[in-house]
Each structure stands twice: as C-alpha cells, then as structure tokens.
C-alpha cells in the first residue's frame, strides 16, 4: 500500500471482500456525487452490489475481489451523452488500483469488465467470455441491467431518471434513441445473460420493454 493510502476503513452500508484506504473511497464517493445524476449515482452502486451479494450467496464468484472493484466504479465517470464514460471509468479504475494495489488484484480484469458495460443491449451470451471469467461478466452484466427488470414502478422511476440526466438532449431526440434501445433489447434472444438473471427478471423486463414502447 502506498505512503498517502491513509487508514483502511470499511464503508458505510457497503459490504464488501476488501477493506479499502479512506483516501480510496473519498476519491470514489466524490466521483458519483458529481452534478447530472439522476440515476448513476451511489445509490445504483448500492443497488447493484445486493444483487452481488445475491450472486455470492448463490450460483458464486471465482473472482469476487475483482467483480466488487468493477460494481464499485462502473459508472465513476458519467457525463450523460458521451460515449467514453466507461472507458473512463475503466481508467479511473486502473489509476486508484495501482495507487491504492490489493493483493491479488488484477487491474486490467477490473476494467474490462467495465468496459464490456458499453455494450449492454448489443452483447450476446458468448462475448462475455468462456470458462470461470465469462460466468462472472455474464452474472457482473446482468447485475447492472436487473433494473429493467424491476416492478413497473421501479422500472418507471429510472426511466424518469435516465430521462432528468439527458435533459440537456432535445426530447425529440432523446425519445427516439431512448426507444431504438429498448426495441433493440425487446427484440433480442435474451436480455439477460445468464440463467440465474434471466430466470428471475427476463418475464419482467421484456413487459417493462413493451408498456415503455407502447407509451
């Protein structure tokens, strides 16, 4: 650990396989309070790292350090409209990590799995990868999508918060890529990725897809 990591403290309400540097989670947490987050804030890191939690207690992680690293900056970069928040993210990601370095710890694991969050609505099972590595993208992915599987109510107060981050976008334009992803997703072989998340939330997220559509 470096000289300028500073006491390693566990975060409140984020229960996690590593204890990181106080320095490390100041850095991070002033990331997602940035302005223009309606939705991509801390609180979807929260909401993804339950399902984590779930896959944890469940089907399992082979790499679990590096899939909560990924949940926990996925979005640490977010200007809505742009197309390279997640390799900025990823990047952010290398730098804190070769900072603040975790035993056992790859980097480059970590960010890409954040960058393979740029393709969400375009993957198909089999671009996540095989073996251990590509069961855990796969669960890591539809950790992030499970949303639109939510309850009608739920699935509604993120659209409306998708909607307030891309405020600045004419409506009209907004609306029509807004809607040629959830086509895209509506018309896809599967939304989810793996069995666990598409058992569960796929039913769901395709009624959700359709209300939305037919709105």
């Known amino acids: 650990m470096t000289a300028d990591a500073g006491p390693c403290v566990a975060e409140p309400a984020v229960d996690g ?21 309606a939705y991509h804030h801390f609180g979807h890191v929260r909401e993804v790292l339950a399902l984590y939690r779930e896959i944890d207690t469940g089907p399992g992680w082979h790499r ?29 990601a290398i730098e804190h990590l070769e900072r603040w370095p975790q035993a056992g710890i790859d980097p480059q694991r970590v960010a890409g ?40 109510e739920a699935f509604a107060a993120y659209d409306r918060a998708i909607a307030e981050e891309y405020c600045a976008v004419p409506r009209w334009l907004y609306r029509i890529k807004r809607r040629q992803f959830f086509k895209r997703l509506s018309v896809s072989d599967t939304i989810f990725l793996s069995d666990f998340f598409r058992d ?4 769901q997220a395709r009624r959700n897809l359709q209300a939305s559509l037919k709105a």
């Open 17 to 37: 396989p590593l204890i990181l540097p106080a320095a490390q989670w100041q850095s991070l947490r002033a990331a997602y309070a940035e302005p223009a987050r």
């Open 64 to 92: 679990p350090n590096e899939i909560w690293l990924a949940v926990l900056y996925h979005d640490a970069v977010y200007i809505p409209g742009r197309s390279d928040n997640e390799a900025a993210s990823a990047r952010l």
């Open 200 to 203: 569960r939330f796929e039913a």
């Open 113 to 152: 799995l954040i960058l393979l969050t740029a393709r969400h609505g375009s993957l198909r099972v089999e671009d996540a990868g095989t073996g251990e590595g590509g069961e855990d993208a796969r669960h890591f992915l539809d950790c992030d999508m499970a949303i639109l599987g939510a309850s009608p």
